[in-house]
């Protein structure tokens, strides 16, 4: 069974930085894309960034120049850095794994979600 454990969400003023990590378990992670979304209230869940098995990058306009996502395949763990962060960009924030190694914006693409982080930005 694959487990995925978001953490690092929290509450920033505005133009400030958060790191997300997300621990991955239960199979091979460096055979698998990883992805990062979020949900805002009252809005349907939408992509922020994805990474491939060999470390192809894709991000929303909306978080393009701002956020990193990377990838440690010995430590099993995804992690999107942040930056710059805007009041528009409080959500929940999800990482989620995918059945091959090719990247995806489709949320439907993703076969295993964590629970997810709470990232609050104040202005």
């Known amino acids: 069974q694959v487990q995925l454990v978001e953490s690092g969400g929290g509450l920033v003023q505005a133009g400030g930085s958060l790191r997300l990590s997300c621990a991955a378990s239960?199979?091979?992670?460096?055979?698998?894309?990883m992805g990062w979304f979020r949900q805002a209230p009252g809005k349907e869940r939408e992509f922020v960034a994805t990474?491939?098995?060999?470390?192809?990058?894709y991000y929303a306009d909306s978080v393009k120049g701002r956020f990193t996502i990377s990838r440690d395949n010995a430590k099993l763990t995804a992690n999107l850095q942040m930056d710059s962060l805007e009041p528009e960009d409080t959500a929940v924030y999800y990482c989620?794994?995918?059945?091959?190694?090719?990247?995806?914006?489709?949320?439907?693409?993703?076969?295993?979600w964590g629970q997810g982080t709470q990232v609050t930005v104040s202005s």
């Open positions: 989620a794994t995918k059945a091959t190694g090719w990247a995806s914006v489709r949320s439907r693409d993703y076969e295993y």
């Open positions: 239960g199979r091979t992670f460096g055979n698998y894309a």
């Open positions: 990474i491939s098995w060999s470390g192809g990058r």
